[in-house]
């Protein structure tokens, strides 16, 4: 989103920062520390990543990856790792979906039997696996039905329930402030509006004036800005130009994991420019590594080759060891690996750009 100099967004931050010191922020019943969220992102919001960002501070409310309200249900291990937390995960979410309303009422009366703390409604994922059966963003197309399953869910438990979705199907259905001042009416906590269509998929730039849209359809409950906030500055800017509550940040969180630290700092008008060490670095990508290895054990090398790419870029580590990373089958080959990045770490040129972060590309029909 921003396209500051470092020097123009730290003024533009520091400008920012009195503005955005504000009341604390409830959802519902629940108060969130902060007004930055961590966005679920398939594949890599888990809970090793979230316990590892929450420990550098700044961070408000996480959600977890989507899962499918049947498949939670039965109790599939796959379901069952998805929403893996702990005292050290909170406040949290549980990001489901489905085109069932019995299915998502019985997941989210199952969450809350778990005493899970808030229960989010997936109507914003792209996908053709999702949105074929009916879930995320093709819930969008439809007024009637989303409202009866948005009110279907509201009714059957008592934690608060939140929905997350984009500006509509297309740029001829932008459905975001309609569904929201309905979902606001049947007892919606809050929304989270990614500022593009379901057609855009993940190309071109989030649109403010749609979630500016959507949060004026609205009289009181929060709307979270989500979409292109890979800076302090383009938090700021989210929240400057569409009043938005809160600022979800997902890729952005990926590439800088100390994000959330920046802004705290800068809305408390402490420094945030500065640049963790590259110890700091690779601290976190082995603090990471260790809290993956507590939930899968030696799996986690297979669940962590994902991860290689952007390490690799984003914290200079030669070719051959991101290499060796995608490649390592042991807990002790990673630390051997680690060892050799503290030598080597900055040969190579450090990449930022969000192409990093996977995400799907071509047609979107085929997605």
């Known amino acids: 989103m921003s396209t500051l100099s470092t020097t123009e967004e730290s003024n533009h931050a520091e400008g920012m920062s009195s503005s955005t010191e504000e009341s604390v922020l409830t959802i519902g019943n629940r108060t969130i520390p902060s007004r930055?969220?961590?966005?679920?992102?398939?594949?890599?919001?888990?809970?090793?990543?979230r316990t590892a960002i929450r420990e550098l501070g700044g961070l408000?409310?996480?959600?977890?990856?989507?899962?499918?309200?049947?498949?939670?249900?039965?109790?599939?291990?796959?379901?069952?790792?998805?929403?893996?937390?702990?005292?050290?995960?909170?406040?949290?979410?549980?990001?489901?979906?489905?085109?069932?309303?019995?299915?998502?009422?019985?997941?989210?009366?199952?969450?809350?039997?778990?005493?899970?703390?808030?229960?989010?409604?997936?109507?914003?994922?792209p996908m053709?696996?999702?949105?074929?059966?009916?879930?995320?963003?093709?819930?969008?197309?439809?007024?009637?039905?989303?409202?009866?399953?948005?009110?279907?869910?509201?009714?059957?438990?008592?934690?608060?329930?939140?929905?997350?979705?984009?500006?509509?199907?297309?740029?001829?259905?932008l459905s975001a402030p309609m569904l929201a001042e309905e979902f606001e009416r049947i007892g919606v906590a809050a929304i989270t509006v990614h500022g593009r269509t379901r057609q855009q998929g993940f190309q071109g730039s989030v649109d403010l004036e749609g979630i500016l849209a959507t949060v004026a359809a609205v009289k009181s409950i929060p709307v979270i800005g989500n979409g292109d906030v890979c800076s302090v500055a383009d938090a700021f800017e989210m929240r400057e130009k569409t009043g938005c509550a809160a600022v979800a940040i997902g890729r952005g969180a990926l590439l800088d994991p100390w994000i959330f630290s920046r802004i705290d700092n800068a809305i408390r008008g402490l420094p945030f420019e500065t640049d963790p060490t590259a110890k700091e670095q690779i601290d976190f990508l082995e603090r990471h590594f260790t809290l993956m290895t507590e939930q899968h054990h030696d799996y986690s090398c297979v669940l962590f080759r994902k991860f290689a790419g952007w390490y690799g870029a984003r914290l200079g580590i030669p070719e051959d060891l991101e290499n060796r990373l995608r490649r390592m089958d042991s807990v002790s080959e990673f630390h051997e690996i680690v060892k050799q990045i503290l030598k080597r770490q900055g040969e190579r040129k450090i990449q930022t750009a969000t192409a990093l972060i996977r995400t799907p590309n071509g047609p979107i029909e085929r997605w």
């Open 128 to 173: 053709a696996k999702i949105t074929g059966r009916g879930g995320g963003a093709r819930l969008m197309c439809d007024l009637q039905t989303a409202s009866k399953m948005v009110s279907a869910v509201v009714e059957a438990v008592k934690i608060p329930v939140t929905v997350k979705m984009r500006l509509g199907w297309d740029r001829e259905n």
């Open 36 to 49: 930055y969220f961590l966005a679920p992102l398939a594949g890599y919001t888990h809970l090793a990543f």
């Open 60 to 125: 408000g409310l996480a959600t977890t990856d989507l899962v499918q309200a049947p498949t939670l249900l039965s109790g599939r291990r796959k379901s069952l790792e998805l929403i893996a937390t702990s005292e050290n995960d909170q406040p949290l979410a549980v990001q489901i979906y489905g085109g069932v309303i019995d299915d998502l009422i019985r997941a989210a009366r199952h969450l809350e039997k778990l005493c899970y703390g808030g229960i989010d409604i997936n109507m914003g994922c």
